[in-house]
Nanobody, 119 residues
Framework: QVQLAESGGGLVQSGGSLRLTCAAS????????ITWYRQAPGKERELVASISSDGSGNVVDSVKGRFTISRDFPNFTVYLQMNSLEPADTATYYCRAKWYDNQGLRVKWGQGTQVAVSS
């Protein structure tokens, strides 16, 4: 099994920075991908960035140039560095791990960390 714990959220002024951490534990060797999502109040959850077991990462166009995703080896601790934050980035940020075992595709969500950006 895999467990996830997010941290690093908080309140920041527009233009500021935060670094979110998704610490994976348990059977981390099985993880294929960890993905960051966010959900703003009253909106659907949306994908922000993802990184695979080989370290290759991607961010969505709306945050490209401001957010970067990285990970530690050999542990699957994933970081989301968020710079030039805007009020539109206000949301609860979740990480999700994906892996495959003998039962097929498995996913695990973290509990979320809140990010609030004031104008």
């Amino acid at each position: 099994q895999v467990q996830l714990a997010e941290s690093g959220g908080g309140l920041v002024q527009s233009g500021g920075s935060l670094r979110l951490t998704c610490a994976a534990s348990g059977s981390t060797f099985q993880i294929d991908t960890i993905t960051w999502y966010r959900q703003a109040p009253g909106k659907e959850r949306e994908l922000v960035a993802s990184i695979s077991s080989d370290g290759s990462g991607n961010v969505v166009d709306s945050v490209k140039g401001r957010f970067t995703i990285s990970r530690d080896f050999p542990n699957f601790t994933v970081y989301l560095q968020m710079n030039s934050l805007e009020p539109a980035d206000t949301a609860t940020y979740y990480c999700r791990a994906k892996w495959y075992d003998n039962q097929g595709l498995r996913v695990k969500w973290g509990q979320g960390t809140q990010v609030a950006v004031s104008s």
